[in-house]
């Protein structure tokens, strides 16, 4: 069983900054990606950021050069840092990972249950 704790939405005025943090933890043999997706009131849940085992990343155009994603591959946690809010990026946020249970098997994605992050004044 894989289990992703979330931790440090909140409420933020605009302009201002957040870090998320996600742990993983369970019966993962190897991890390929981490990322974070949203989903705003009304909204499609969308790819906010991913970052792979290699620290490759990868962003939506709509947070480039304000978001950072980070992992610390020793404590299997991503990070997003998160700069410059917008009142657009109010959001739940859900961490997920992709990987595999067992090297016999196809890699399986997890998600987390989401944090609320609310950017307004």
């Known amino acids: 069983q894989v289990q992703l704790v979330e931790s440090g939405g909140g409420l933020v005025q605009p302009g201002g900054s957040l870090r998320l943090s996600c742990a993983v933890s369970?019966?993962?043999?190897?991890?390929?990606?981490m990322g974070w997706d949203r989903q705003g009131p009304a909204k499609q849940r969308d790819l906010v950021a991913t970052i792979t085992s290699g620290h490759s990343t990868n962003y939506a155009d709509s947070v480039k050069g304000r978001f950072i994603i980070s992992r610390d591959n020793a404590k299997n946690t991503v990070y997003l840092q998160m700069n410059s809010l917008k009142p657009e990026d109010t959001a739940v946020y859900y961490c997920?990972?992709?990987?595999?249970?067992?090297?016999?098997?196809?890699?399986?994605?997890?998600w987390g249950q989401g944090t609320q992050v609310t950017v307004s004044s």
């Open positions: 369970g019966s993962l043999v190897h991890i390929v990606a």
């Open positions: 997920n990972v992709r990987g595999y249970t067992d090297y016999r098997s196809p890699f399986d994605d997890f």
